[in-house]
């Protein structure tokens, strides 16, 4: 079963801490995704990366950085965690130029930030 | 104004009830519409996708899309409690192009 993990399902952080969101795909993916889910926003898109060592910015990059440095490992990285980062943050993969089909999404990692 | 626009909810439905859940659209150049659920806590799994204009259908499922009036729908027949989720319509113009989100519809089926 194909799929894509991430590492934790729930994290508490204080703030100030550098917070590492790890996600690892299984389907040979080029393109990964990185999004926050809040109430009343829907899903918010961090950044995308279409290959190794590229990445993009999405809508709402601020506050975030991002490496991939193998084809199926995407990590965001909270530089200096605030409260306002506490999300629900979830991790897609897809295939490049196929976007039709859709995303496969992890279960999420819900980060609360004290 | 959002590309796109979907009714937060909740909807609260009987068991055995037929569910429409909508999407309205503003980009002329998507062509790919999907249907995800998502389980609380979890993350989104792909339901159902199509392709241009028609209905679609899976099961209890039926997807249907018409491009003219840029209007999307999933109707559940026979809903079930355990088909309690929250429902995210998604749409993309396709190949390289990202797929964009509609913020989900919350449903409640009570048994």
């Known amino acids: 079963d194909v799929k894509v993990t991430q590492s934790s399902r729930y994290l508490v952080k204080r703030t100030g801490e550098k917070v590492f969101l790890e996600c690892v795909q299984d389907?040979?993916?080029?393109?990964m995704f990185w999004y926050r889910q809040d109430p009343g926003l829907g899903l918010r898109l961090i950044y995308f990366?279409?290959?190794?060592?590229?990445?993009e910015k999405g809508d709402i990059p601020e506050g975030y950085s991002v490496s991939r440095e193998k084809k199926e490992r995407f990590s965001l990285i909270l530089e200096s965690a605030s409260t306002n980062q506490t999300s629900m943050y979830l991790c897609a993969s897809s295939l490049l130029g196929y976007t039709n089909y859709g995303y496969t999404f992890g279960s999420g990692t819900r980060l609360t930030v004290v | 104004q959002k590309e796109v626009e979907q009714d937060p909810g909740p909807l609260s439905v009987p068991e055995g009830a037929i569910v429409s859940l909508n999407c309205t659209y503003s980009?002329?150049?998507?062509?790919?519409f999907m249907w995800y659920r998502q389980y609380s806590r979890k993350g989104p799994e792909l339901l159902m996708y199509t392709y241009s204009s028609g209905n679609k259908e899976d099961g209890r499922f039926t997807a249907q899309v018409d491009k003219s009036s840029k209007y999307i729908s999933l109707f559940i027949r026979d809903s079930q409690p355990s088909d309690s989720a929250t429902y995210l319509c998604?749409?993309?113009?396709?190949?390289?192009?990202?797929?964009?989100f509609g913020t989900g519809t919350k449903l409640q089926v009570i048994p």
């Open positions: 990366s279409y290959d190794v060592k590229m990445k």
């Open positions: 998604a749409m993309t113009s396709g190949g390289y192009q990202k797929v964009t």
């Open positions: 980009n002329s150049a998507f062509q790919y």
């Open positions: 389907m040979d993916h080029e393109n």
